[in-house]
């Protein structure tokens, strides 16, 4: 019986799908089971890996460009890119060892990002491919850069291939342009490299991965205002959990990365949901670590940091202004300092104590009885060579009877007697200091000498008359000298 015309029969030009659309599903299957082989337990054996690697490698080698852009490619394209970053990736138990393997992976990156960049002129759907293997891309070329301690000599040659490519594909002229998005164009990729590292930046899992916490912090300090404040809620979190670490590597580097937040977030956002005070009380706590250098860090991020907390302060001018958090820090500070015998801590403290006195300005007479007895404290012990401490102590002074002079005169005898004690253990130093250092210190501490006289209406000259008459050093002498030339004819309320 023949079948009934009226009825419809399939189409049969439906099934089987067209040649274009059956490359397409075979390319992707291939893909998959070639990634799947690369991200299984067997990739832990060298030869599987390299074979998975070399067949992604051909796979990129024969598809057209056209067709790595197509339907579902632009994903599996952007999976076999991440895949083979994290299988380069240093771990905690191999930090080293593998530039074979990052020079594998990033051979087939670079393949990819030529593939992308052919497809340009001939698909339109080539931004698609490049925003999925952009980001591994990238990871992985600062992962793998130079000066790091799990790369070997050839690996940062390559990653500094694949850096370029990307850039070029991308159309970018720098990293910052690339991860922040050239000026009127598409954003930037920093949020999906964020994306990327994230898994790896919790309190569980960031210290598998060595590497993580460097490019994180690397990636962060290239984004600045006022690109950074959209990506506030994705970079506060790790950049305190590295903070908080034991180790004072990682506190560093979590510090300076809180700094570039603090830097260049506005201090609307900071503000808001009390996030400067976290910032505060986990920078706080660091001052009592004695490590000079996370001392150091800990001090400059906090005074860019005083300016914002201040903004939420409200003084009303009839009743005494309340106490900062500069001051609070202040306080710690010469707490410190007075005990301490450690040098490099003592220069570090030293540094910075100028700028808390500028901070404060004429509210530092709160921390004057202190600050008296650190500065008598430190201008009595040699310092080396370079007398860091010494000089910054002297300029500390310097500005401390500049802001808070009326209280200075009462300090007269003490302060004097400390100077005059400072130029002639300096002129007769028998030690090897340089002459310009000596030359530093005996100017500054000329310096403190007019300022004194001034603050005390003239008493320091008539003082001097008396001690120059007896005085048979000539550095001395001429220090001498020089406050008397100097405060002759100067009005005594010129400070």
């Not at 290239?222 to 959990?241: A, D, G, Y």
């Not at 937040?261 to 009380?281: G, M, S, T």
């Not at 090897?432 to 250092?437: A, M, Y």
Request: hydrophobic share 40%.
């Amino acid at each position: 019986m023949e079948p009934d015309g009226s009825g419809e029969s399939p189409r049969r030009e439906e099934w089987p799908p067209s040649a274009g659309e059956g490359r397409a599903s075979d390319l992707g299957r291939a893909f998959s089971q070639a990634v799947r082989r690369l991200a299984g337990r067997e990739s832990a054996r060298g030869e599987a890996a390299d074979a998975a690697l070399r067949e992604l490698g051909a796979l990129v080698d024969a598809a057209a460009c056209g067709a790595l852009c197509e339907g579902g490619m632009p994903e599996m394209l952007g999976r076999a890119a991440s895949t083979a970053e994290k299988h380069a990736a240093p771990s905690r138990e191999r930090a080293g060892g593998g530039d074979e393997k990052a020079a594998a992976v990033g051979l087939l990156l670079l393949k990819l990002l030529r593939k992308v960049e052919a497809a340009k002129d001939a698909h339109p759907a080539w931004r698609a491919a490049l925003r999925r293997v952009a980001g591994p891309a990238y990871v992985f070329a600062v992962t793998h850069g130079a000066g790091r301690p799990w790369t070997g000599p050839g690996a940062p040659a390559v990653a500094g291939e694949v850096l370029a490519a990307l850039l070029r594909v991308a159309e970018c002229g720098s990293v910052a342009g690339f991860l922040r998005g050239e000026d009127g164009g598409e954003d930037g990729a920093f949020a999906a490299v964020m994306g990327l590292l994230a898994p790896d930046l919790n309190k569980e899992t960031w210290k598998n991965n060595p590497a993580t916490k460097h490019v994180f912090s690397w990636t962060l300090q290239q984004v600045t205002r006022p690109w950074l404040n959209q990506h506030l809620e994705r970079i506060l979190p790790p950049s305190l959990l590295i903070s908080d670490d034991y180790q004072t590597e990682n506190k560093i580097l979590g510090v300076d990365c809180l700094h570039h937040i603090v830097l260049n977030v506005p201090a609307a956002d900071l503000l808001q949901f009390n996030r400067a005070e976290v910032l505060y009380h986990a920078l706080y706590n660091h001052l009592y670590t004695p490590e000079h250098h996370l001392i150091q860090a800990v001090l400059l991020c906090l005074l860019d940091l005083f300016p914002v907390l201040e903004k939420a302060l409200h003084w009303k001018g009839d009743a005494a202004r309340p106490p900062t958090h500069c001051d609070e820090v202040l306080q710690l500070i010469l707490t410190h300092m007075e005990p301490e015998h450690r040098l490099l801590l003592r220069r570090t403290y030293a540094r910075n104590l100028p700028a808390f006195v500028r901070r404060l300005g004429i509210l530092t007479v709160r921390h004057l009885k202190r600050l008296e007895r650190v500065i008598l404290g430190y201008l009595e012990v040699y310092d080396g060579p370079e007398e860091e401490a010494r000089l910054k102590i002297l300029e500390t002074l310097k500005l401390l009877m500049q802001y808070t002079w009326p209280r200075v005169s009462c300090r007269l005898v003490v302060l004097l007697k400390a100077l005059l004690k400072l130029i002639c253990d300096v002129a007769r130093d028998p030690t090897l200091t340089p002459e310009p250092v000596k030359s530093a210190l005996l100017e500054e501490a000329t310096d403190c000498l007019i300022l004194l006289d001034h603050c005390s209406q003239g008493q320091v000259k008539s003082l001097l008359a008396k001690i120059l008459q007896s005085c048979e050093d000539s550095k001395v002498a001429n220090c001498i000298r020089k406050v008397q030339q100097v405060s002759e004819g100067t009005p005594c309320d010129g400070t």
